[in-house]
């Protein structure tokens, strides 16, 4: 049985937009620290100290017992890196994922970013291939459309451009969790999945590889890596499904 989203209430539809934005300012904000020779932990401190000061709680810190603000996870790894005293050198590849939470209603919100000016045709397109990748999803999540149709543009878009998308690890339901019902995979026929209705959320959230798309954990027991070692880019919005089509709430209104 395939189980659908929780329609959310309007109050909890007002939390969760202030939760959107501050962690899409968040992210922005934090694009001034991104340079050669900052450590990841250094990126998590800005990021934590900028959602509380916003009023917001870190959606990531301690849960499941993930010990930082943002999932911080570069070149090969994935997604669940763990912020540390690595420091970020020319041409690294940083994906940055982070929630916040408002009224206990939460929001989930990523990039991948390119330190230093690098010149560099595959990463760049890695970065651009996940973000339109997001953006042909978004624009898919239409109230009567089942998830398989946004899995199924998600995918074919990436094949595409000749890039792989993970299948291990999926976009969600969000709400007064992280991580709720429907999975909204990056892959998958139209005629599958939930059904997107009025008032659901969902984090959408292609994660593109170079190579191929199986993954391994590391012995931290968090960061997920490309198993071939190859570069991966990660692109996440948090979407409420609307009479009038998808709203963003991880971006800032124009
Ligand atoms: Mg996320
Ligand atoms: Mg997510």
Redesign the pocket.
């Given at each position: 049985m395939v189980t659908e989203g929780s329609i959310k209430t309007t109050a909890q539809i007002v939390s969760m937009k202030l939760a959107g934005e501050i962690v899409a300012k968040a992210l922005i904000g934090c694009e001034n620290i991104l340079k050669v020779g900052v450590t990841t932990k250094e990126i998590d401190d800005f990021l934590r100290t900028f959602i509380e000061k916003e009023g917001a709680k870190p959606a990531f810190l301690g849960l499941y017992g993930f010990p930082a603000t943002a999932?911080i996870s570069l070149n090969e790894e994935i997604?669940h890196g763990i912020p540390g005293s690595r420091k970020l050198i020319k041409g690294d590849l940083v994906s940055i994922?982070?929630?916040a939470i408002v009224n206990g209603m939460y929001s989930?919100?990523?990039r991948t970013y390119l330190i230093g000016n690098e010149k560099n045709i595959v990463k760049e397109k890695l970065i651009s291939v996940a973000s339109k990748a997001l953006d042909i999803g978004i624009s898919n999540s239409i109230a009567g459309n089942k998830i398989g149709i946004v899995s199924q543009s998600i995918e074919e878009y990436v094949l595409s451009q000749g890039f792989e998308v993970v299948r291990e690890y999926v976009g969600h339901g969000i709400g007064t969790q992280l991580h709720e019902p429907p999975s909204v995979p990056n892959f998958g026929k139209s005629n599958e999945g939930a059904l997107l209705r009025v008032g659901m959320a969902i984090?959408i959230?292609p994660m593109v590889t170079e190579g191929d798309w199986k993954t391994r954990m590391l012995d931290d027991k968090w960061t997920v890596v490309t198993k071939d070692g190859k570069l991966s880019s990660h692109a996440?919005d948090t979407i409420l499904i609307t009479e009038n089509g998808p709203e963003i709430l991880t971006r800032l209104k124009k």
């Open positions: 999932c997604v994922d982070c929630g989930d919100h990523a984090a959230e996440e």
